[in-house]
């Protein structure tokens, strides 16, 4: 599959590395600097080279969206329409500071996002797991039962593709609903970043729900 790797920082440079492992074509964009996107490319292994926006969505099968919300009106516009291309959205709308939600209630950063590029398939996951979790899931991917990712959109289609990623990552995908969703899940990944980063234990953290059975 072809994967295209919208954004340098954490969660792009984590995701588009380990989908190189599993024999995806990735190629990573959007970087302060051209040489940042060289050496992620470098280190991803075979199969990952680096460009421009406009090569990463290129006859892309995915592109993943992992960029500060401040940065979302210019990677959307490098992007162009991204019409029918199934996109994944790890983004959390938040301030300059990272400490507070700047869309929520009767909205979300998600739908925002969909109402910006509507012509693209949408779909959310992968923003309420710390980027530090990555990397030991996928270490642990042939042991269960596997974590749960939270996984949301309107696109069936696009869930699948998403769906078949979270897995290589070593995730179990968890159905949370519609794209309309976020409005819950976004103010839940702050809670998930408390738990990782302001508690104690380290910042690799995992979740996973059970219901249980009579």
Not at 13 to 35: D, I, N, Q
Not at 40 to 63: E, H, I, K, M, T
Not at 159 to 188: C, M
């Amino acid at each position: 599959m072809k994967i295209g790797i919208l954004g340098s920082g954490l969660m792009g440079a984590k995701l588009g590395t380990l989908w190189a492992r599993c024999g995806h074509e990735v190629t990573f964009a959007y970087a302060r600097s051209m040489a940042k996107l060289e050496r992620l490319a470098r280190d991803a292994g075979a199969g990952a080279a680096s460009g421009s926006v406009a090569d990463a969505v290129r006859d892309a099968d995915a592109v993943l969206l992992a960029v500060h919300w401040s940065r979302i009106g210019d990677v959307l516009e490098q992007a162009g329409d991204l019409a029918g291309q199934v996109v994944l959205n790890c983004c959390v709308p938040l301030d300059e500071s990272n400490t507070d939600l700047v869309v929520g209630t009767t909205t979300s950063g998600a739908e925002e996002l969909a109402g910006m590029r509507p012509d693209a398939r949408w779909v959310s996951c992968f923003n309420t797991s710390p980027s530090e979790s990555f990397a030991g899931v996928f270490a642990r991917k042939e042991q269960a039962p596997r974590p749960h990712l939270l996984i949301y959109g309107d696109d069936a289609g696009a869930k699948d593709i998403a769906n078949g990623l979270i897995r290589d990552i070593g995730f179990e995908p968890l159905e949370a609903g519609g794209l309309h969703t976020a409005r819950f899940v976004e103010p839940f990944a702050m809670v998930t970043a408390e738990l990782a980063y302001g508690q104690p234990g380290g910042p690799a953290l995992t979740y996973r729900f059970e219901k249980l059975r009579d």
